[in-house]
């Protein structure tokens, strides 16, 4: 089915139209039209069009009313102030917009068919260590845009840049050469868990780094691995690849936890484009856009200066030949580019790396890599910060392992759920898959709540609370629609575009008209705390409707039921659909 037009854009093109009429010069003129509180939208652009054709902005708003196409949508008129127009739609108009809503799949949000390829990186932990609260914003930030991106017809390609290459992996493969056994944790076929592959890799890393800043003769012999690893000796790349498997044992259980999808073949790591480094470093300094400096291969940028005043370059390899993250950066642009065919690239990472970004956005562009057909984005997020608004640690300084806290999430939900579990009548089965959404959810909404770019305070009290801006309360909303549903009997949903509508109804009815808009910014903006902010305002909108308009009890009349009941559906719809996008399940009881 073809995209709804929401209520917003039909009275803008005749207010457009309108103002064409009226004032030919001006052209295709924006009548900047807004939602209003003195009436369901406010059309601003006349007065700015009026001081431009030095006309009276009264008079010409006047004009514009009289030549107005109401149209079965546009209820009422009127001219405020210095020439607004306040304009009230039809109570008609909604209710059948809303049916042409309900009646796709898609809710009537418009399927860009001709959308460009979109490369997300997000996600990106680091072989044999642990993951942490850090790791936490880019996963959940960046699952989101994956979901809201492919919705609008984006096809997305997921990128998770795993840190699995550099000095450190020389200190693990040499020890555990010089100490064969201390892998194997299993007998067997027998898998590892998650939490059992990591406590491998963990003590494995402390002995070897142990052993590193004790033994100057180990020492040397780690670096020159590190030497055997970039070579490619077969050896070494094998146990190389154990740390790597055991390691994506634990990423995948972590991941699990989040209620996140995670494949393989998405997995490119710093070292899918070791092949490719040579050849970038080739390109860069043939072209002139990297020079020789100190033996170093540098891109050097007049507008960004150290301490010292002088220019702060972007190092693509050292002076000892080794290679830095820009030629790994650097690389996966061209692979993006080059074999992905991206048109666009967005990195969610933390807003401390903006500057390096910004170096190697810069450099690609000199390079041709990027250009007007392809755009590269950092979708910088801030920091996750504790109640006292300090970075978030545990009570001993250290920093949160992230199981950890997505564990006592769920602790904290189940709770919650099961203080309301005897009265809506679940099993302790759906208690403890209940509390997995909620805790999951609630972790998930508080992110992804906040603009990316605030640092925000993680609190597990106010996360799960049934008050208040979280998920939780989103979710019991569409757990008390799905009852009420449920409850209806022989009756049903049914549009009646007939009906004289309550103000708590328009107001909800005008809400869920502009979902298509509202997806259509939160994918252009890569912005998923407007997809948020929507959301919480429907369920509040809802809560209002509720309260004003019964829907069972006391029981109203028949058509007028129905109607309710209708947009007790596509409220519920919307919900399910909206947090979804947001990677948030929405249990059917709660």
């Not at 995670?262 to 856009?289: A, F, H, R, W």
């Not at 309301?420 to 089965?429: C, D, P």
């Not at 705390?529 to 919480?536: E, I, M, R, W």
Request: charged share 25%; hydrophobic share 40%.
């Amino acid at each position: 089915m073809a995209s709804v037009p929401s209520l917003a854009s039909s009275v803008e093109q005749r207010v457009s139209d309108a103002l064409a009429s009226a004032l030919p010069e001006a052209g295709a003129a924006d009548p900047l039209l807004r939602r209003s509180d003195r009436a369901d939208f406010q059309a601003n652009g006349i007065l700015a069009l009026a001081k431009k054709a030095k006309a009276n902005p009264r008079e010409l708003a006047a004009t514009v009313l009289e030549g107005l196409d109401k149209g079965g949508v546009i209820k009422d008129v009127e001219v405020s102030g210095p020439g607004f127009l306040n304009i009230t739609v039809s109570d008609e108009a909604i209710i059948r917009t809303l049916a042409a809503r309900a009646a796709d799949d898609r809710l009537g949000v418009p399927l860009n068919e001709s959308a460009g390829t979109t490369v997300i990186d997000y996600a990106q932990p680091n072989v044999a260590k642990e993951m942490h609260v850090g790791h936490l914003r880019s996963a959940v930030i960046g699952a989101a845009m994956v979901e809201i991106l492919e919705f609008t017809g984006e096809k997305v390609v997921r990128r998770h840049h795993i840190g699995d290459w550099g000095t450190q992996f020389g200190m693990l493969i040499q020890y555990l050469l010089e100490h064969p056994h201390e892998l194997d944790h299993k007998g067997g076929d027998e898998e590892a868990s998650g939490e059992e592959a990591m406590s491998n890799l963990n003590r494995l890393y402390k002995a070897s780094r142990a052993l590193f800043d004790s033994d100057e003769e180990f020492k040397t012999r780690a670096r020159a691995r590190v030497v055997d690893l970039q070579a490619g000796d077969p050896q070494t790349l094998e146990l190389w690849q154990r740390f790597v498997d055991e390691s994506k044992i634990y990423f995948y259980s972590v991941f699990n936890k989040l209620d996140m999808d995670i494949q393989d073949p998405d997995v490119v790591g710093e070292s899918g484009y070791n092949d490719m480094l040579v050849e970038t470093c080739k390109l860069l300094e043939e072209s002139g856009v990297a020079v020789r400096s100190n033996g170093a291969l540098c891109v050097f940028f007049d507008e960004y200066k150290g301490p010292d005043g002088n220019p702060t370059p972007l190092i693509v390899q050292k002076s000892d030949g080794g290679f830095g993250y820009a030629a790994t950066d650097l690389s996966a642009i061209r692979n993006r580019v080059t074999d992905l065919a991206a048109t666009s690239l967005i990195y969610v990472v933390d807003a401390r790396q903006s500057l390096h970004f910004k170096m190697v956005f810069e450099t690609a562009r000199r390079a041709g890599w990027l250009n007007d057909g392809v755009k590269a984005v950092q979708l910088a997020f801030g920091t996750v910060l504790g109640k006292d608004g300090k970075p978030f640690k545990t009570r001993e300084g250290e920093t949160v392992r992230l199981v950890d806290l997505l564990d006592e999430a769920v602790d904290r939900a189940t709770a919650v759920v099961r203080e309301k579990a005897e009265k809506v009548g679940l099993t302790e089965a759906e208690i403890v898959e209940n509390g997995q959404y909620v805790g999951i959810g609630a972790v998930k909404y508080a992110d992804l709540s906040t603009s990316a770019a605030r640092d925000y305070k993680f609190d597990l009290d106010q996360m799960v609370s049934l008050n208040g801006d979280t998920s939780v309360y989103l979710q019991y909303a569409y757990a008390r629609i799905r009852s009420i549903l449920r409850k209806a009997g022989d009756r049903k949903p049914v549009a009646h575009p007939e009906l004289e509508l309550a103000p708590a109804e328009r107001a909800l009815g005008l809400h869920l008209d502009g979902f298509g808009t509202l997806i259509e910014e939160a994918a252009a903006e890569y912005a998923p705390h407007k997809l948020a902010a929507y959301l919480y305002q429907l369920s509040t909108l809802f809560s209002a409707f509720y309260e004003h308009c019964p829907v069972i009890k006391p029981e109203p009349e028949l058509v007028i039921a129905e109607n309710r009941l209708f947009l007790c559906e596509l409220t519920a719809r919307t919900l399910t659909k909206g947090m979804g996008l947001l990677g948030i399940r929405t249990p059917e009881k709660l």
